[in-house]
């Protein structure tokens, strides 16, 4: 509790230049559960100069001591494993159960699949008469989001030191109490002095400052494509290297030989995770429309079992913000004025609750491509169902969308979903739903991203490419 008002900052827990304070709330009760500190481009400055600093000697070290380093932060990550699913069962009211095999988790197992990539890495090989090295870009600022905290704060610190890069962290403002826990591990795991940096605030005040600051030299970005946009054009007057992993609109193409049971159910099941709080929720399902009948059938028995009554459902907790819920419940009153057809859930908070920001998961039959609820992502549970005429339309209607984070393919013949997969415009296709691999490239397509994130993709993307000429002779 002590740290949550101060910024970490030169290897010390600091006060800020200007002392001023945020609210944070639990989304399950809509109570304050503590406070923060909000940063400012004072605050900014303090900490890149401590990185500019740090990197001298850390862009120096060993790849055998960076690995000994975050191998040190995961043992330390795994005895406050605890706390971690704590904070962000409190900041964003997760279920205990999800915050810690989730939410928790995949902080492990980024910090494991790092520790990997980087024990095989080739920071330099020879080419000819020619020695290509790579070597850490410098100082990086990371603007990480509040659906998957641990996620994306891991996802983006442990490559990056793994590089050799030295780090301002700026963690969202709506879910920062992950984001201190995280940054006491690492001070308690000897990070040196000023190699990784905490300022907490708003996008305006310190993410602008950090992209637009002459002495960071690249910014790694995860939020939404509106924000991307803003966060790349603060850079550009530097020409800064610029990542980005941002929105999405996945679509979930059910073939017409798949076990539909099984994959409409479990398709519904991914859109409602982290009650839809995923930037490559599969939340266009496409079914023949032959077997519309079945499958709406199968998609309001799959939502059913989210449905509250009287208490809370384990499954599904609340949107993490006031405001998230009331874009979501636009979205819902949008689809049903749009003309799609209400399977299951609908506008309002679900029977039995008046305090939270939970929602009534939503699924939606009969949407057309052009309905604003299968074109702009939503961001929480709700489903729309669109049918295609055969398949050449499907793959078209699942490409024509302005991002490319994620797609997935249902079939029950493994080289039919082999040859659509290859044919989807995204990053990360998912064949029959299967587990989460953080040693696959993660990132988008079009106004989805760039860059990749996860394993040596992300080292990759920390790293600069030197070619020192004449090194053979």
């Known amino acids: 509790m002590s740290n949550h008002t101060k910024f970490f900052i030169n290897g010390r827990w600091v006060e800020p230049v200007k002392p001023a304070l945020l609210d944070v709330i639990d989304p399950s009760t809509e109570e304050v559960c503590t406070e923060i500190a909000l940063g400012s481009s004072a ?44 904070a962000v069962h409190q900041e964003m009211g997760a279920p205990i159960d999800f915050a810690r095999n989730a939410q928790a988790w995949s902080g492990r197992a980024h910090l494991e699949s790092t520790i990997e990539a980087l024990e095989r890495f080739q920071f330099s090989e020879p080419r000819g008469n020619t020695l290509v090295v790579r070597e850490p870009v410098g100082v990086c600022a990371l603007i990480t989001p509040w659906n998957w905290p641990l996620n994306q704060i891991v996802c983006k610190v442990a490559p990056a030191l793994a590089a050799g890069c030295t780090v301002v962290l700026k963690p969202s403002e709506i879910a920062p109490i992950s984001a201190v826990v995280f940054a006491e591990i690492l001070e308690a795991a000897g990070v040196p002095a000023g190699v990784f940096n905490l300022v907490n605030g708003t996008g305006p005040e310190v993410g602008q400052a950090l992209a637009s600051h002459p002495d960071v030299d690249m910014v790694s970005f995860t939020g939404s494509t509106r924000a991307g946009v803003i966060v790349a054009k603060c850079a550009a007057d530097t020409v ?60 309001r028995a799959a939502a059913a079992k989210y449905q509250h009554d009287g208490q809370a459902s384990e499954a599904l907790g609340p949107l993490v913000s006031e405001a998230q819920y009331e874009k979501v419940q636009r979205y819902i009153a949008l689809g049903v004025q749009e003309g799609a057809t209400l399977l299951a859930g609908g506008a309002g908070k679900p029977r039995g609750r008046q305090r939270g920001y939970f929602v009534c998961p939503t699924v939606f039959g009969d949407v057309t491509p052009e309905m604003a609820i299968a074109r702009e992502e939503i961001f929480g549970p709700v489903l729309s169902i669109l049918p295609y005429d055969n398949e050449e339309s499907a793959i078209a209607m699942a490409n024509d969308t302005v991002y490319g984070l994620a797609a997935y393919v249902q079939s029950g013949d493994i080289e039919h979903a082999r040859r659509v997969a290859v044919r989807m415009r995204a990053g990360s296709v998912y064949i029959n739903y299967p587990s989460w691999d953080t040693r696959a490239p993660f990132g988008g397509y079009k106004q989805s991203g760039n860059g990749r994130e996860y394993a040596e993709w992300g080292i990759h993307d920390f790293l600069e490419i030197k070619g020192v000429v004449g090194w053979g002779s």
């Open 43 to 86: 605050d900014v400055d303090r900490a890149v100069a401590a990185a500019k600093a740090a990197f001298v000697s850390f862009s120096t070290t060993t790849q055998l001591e960076r690995l000994s380093l975050l191998k040190k932060i995961l043992g330390i990550y795994n005895e406050r494993f605890e706390d971690v699913a704590s």
């Open 240 to 299: 800064k290297r610029v990542a980005q992993e941002l929105g999405g609109k996945s679509a979930n193409i059910v073939l017409d030989d798949a076990d539909f049971e099984a994959a409409v159910t479990k398709g519904v099941d991914a859109c409602f995770s982290n009650t839809g709080q995923s930037c490559d929720a599969p939340t266009r399902m496409l079914v023949p429309a032959n077997r519309t009948e079945d499958v709406y059938r199968i998609a």
